[in-house]
């Protein structure tokens, strides 16, 4: 993942919320603010970026973006009703339309037997959709994680391009 693709969709999810009068919140994990990061290294951010939350502890998860302690201890903090929550509880907690969550395991530890590293879930949500998946990213902790924004960012702006 190179770093000129990630600037380049940041500026399209920026140029594209702008045009359609939508505001971001981000919720992550495992990319550890770089999505939020790319966003307001783009000028004009200001405009469509409320904030966002690095949940990297379960707890943060829990009583901050209000992610369901069930859920939480059953399904593990990389899953996908966890990352859906996340990204509903960042849009609820910074009063916005849309956002995104990423949860995953960058390495090179952390990882079981059905969750390596590289496993990540992100999740993104408009107003009118919302959309999870999960994906197997490989290399270093760094590139794991430059990947899971990048993709973070492709999937919300399928979901905006849908708002058009």
């Known amino acids: 993942m190179d770093a000129a693709a990630l600037r380049e969709d940041a500026q399209s999810v920026v140029l594209t919320l702008t045009t359609i009068g939508k505001t971001l919140a981000t919720a992550e994990s495992c990319t550890g603010g770089r999505i939020a ?35 939480l201890d059953s399904e593990g903090a990389v899953s996908r009703p966890v990352v859906e929550a996340m990204a509903e509880g960042a849009a609820r907690c910074l009063e916005c339309g849309c956002a995104v969550a990423t949860s995953g395991i960058a390495g090179p530890g952390g990882a079981t037997p059905d969750k390596p590293v590289g496993t990540v879930w992100i999740a993104a949500r408009t107003p009118s959709a919302h959309a999870a998946s999960l994906y197997h990213f490989s290399g270093d902790r760094a590139t794991v994680a430059a990947s899971a924004a990048n993709a973070a960012m492709l999937m919300l702006l399928q979901l905006l391009n849908a708002e058009k």
């Open 37 to 71: 990061s790319a966003i307001t290294a783009v000028a004009g951010c200001s405009d469509i970026f409320a904030g966002g939350i690095v949940a990297y502890s379960n707890e943060v998860k829990h009583n901050i973006l209000g992610v369901s302690r069930p859920v």
